[in-house]
């Protein structure tokens, strides 16, 4: 029964250690393109534009005045 719960215990590790190597890979890239000012610029403008159209789709989705 000890080896059971050894096993079952190797999971949720496992599964924080996928998700931590996913972001790690995903950043590193956007990170490395933020070295640059014109980049950071560019990259700040996208995302805020995200933000904002997202704001408004859910602002008009839960018709919120």
Partial sequence: MNSFW???IKYP???ISIITGFFL???YPLF???TTNKNRFLFIAILNSILIVLYYIIR???DIN
Avoid: A, D, P, V
């Fill in 13 to 15: 590790r496992f599964l």
């Fill in 32 to 34: 490395k393109l933020l």
């Fill in 25 to 27: 890979t995903t950043l």
């Fill in 60 to 62: 008009l989705m839960l």
């Fill in 6 to 8: 050894k096993n079952i």
